[in-house]
């Protein structure tokens, strides 16, 4: 099965999002490979050759011409909903996060003020003093959260040394009024049913975020045996948890 190739530049899109509008990617990652603290089984760049929490700092493009990219993107597309960091890996991991977010944030306000920052992270460099300083200014920050226990977390995200459930937890539980994302997967290794789903459960209901997003894989993954969770288990999974929890809880999938 093959994998989506990687983004070839610093912004992508725009592409209609359900949950966004018209969303605009800013990748701030490498162009020619995948940087991540995580190797999920179910991404859909493929594996993470060396997942690591301290990436080589000149391996990032630079703060100028990602901004340039953005501001030309955005002369061409000024309608657009969402200025959204995401791309290939995990954007928290540059090292001039927090100039990356300020600087977007001015030419949002410049050139599309109608727009939203958001972020879509794995939640495991929160505790970087780069990122704290930057997520006051991000709009919406939607947060990964696939796993309640350390055994799934494991299993399922194969995270780079270091980095450890109990902290990511820590960290989301710290975090006022986030997004919840998560993937729920079936197979050899499942979050979707038994014990892993209801520490999954547990997990969400302490965090209490302002909504969570379930998902499904509707793109060729990482790990061939992978199954896919089909759209009427997550919406009955979704209206389980939100009776359970009183959280608002919204499955979301691509192909029915
Ligand atoms: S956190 Fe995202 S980019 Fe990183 S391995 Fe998981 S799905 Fe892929």
């Keep these: 099965m093959r994998v989506l190739p990687l983004e070839r530049g ?3 899109g725009p592409v209609l999002s359900r949950r966004l509008g018209r969303s605009l990617g800013i990748n701030i990652l ?3 490979r995948k940087v991540c603290s995580f190797n999920c089984v179910y991404c859909h760049y493929g594996v993470t050759p060396g997942a690591t929490l301290t990436p080589a700092a000149e391996d990032f493009p630079g703060v100028g011409p990602v901004l340039k990219a953005v501001e030309l993107a955005l002369r061409a597309y000024p309608e657009v909903e969402s200025l959204t960091f995401s791309g290939n890996g995990e954007p928290t991991l540059h090292p001039y996060f927090h ?9 949002r306000d410049r ?12 939640a495991t460099a929160l505790h970087l003093p ?3 300083a930057a997520l006051p200014w991000v709009d919406v920050p ?31 539980q710290a975090l006022p009024n986030c997004f919840l994302q998560s993937v729920l997967i079936d197979g050899p290794v499942t979050n979707a049913r038994g ?13 209490r ?17 992978v199954e896919r969770v089909p759209p009427f288990q997550l919406r009955r999974i979704a209206e389980e948890v939100s009776r359970r929890t009183g959280l608002d809880v919204r499955p979301f999938w691509v192909n029915p």
């Design 10 to 12: 610093f912004t992508y």
């Design 30 to 32: 490498p162009l020619e």
């Design 99 to 107: 100039e990356l977010v300020f600087g977007v944030r001015q030419l």
């Design 111 to 122: 050139l599309a003020p109608h727009a939203q920052v958001t972020l879509f992270s794995n």
């Design 130 to 132: 780069q990122v704290q």
């Design 142 to 172: 939607i947060m990964k959260l696939d796993a309640g226990d350390p055994a799934t977390f494991a299993r399922i995200n194969r995270p780079a040394r270091g980095v450890t459930f109990e902290a990511v937890f820590a960290h989301l």
């Design 195 to 207: 014990d892993p789903l209801e520490a999954w459960i547990a997990a969400v209901a302490e965090i």
């Design 209 to 225: 975020p302002r909504q969570v997003q379930i998902y499904s894989t509707d793109y060729p993954v990482a790990e061939e045996s």
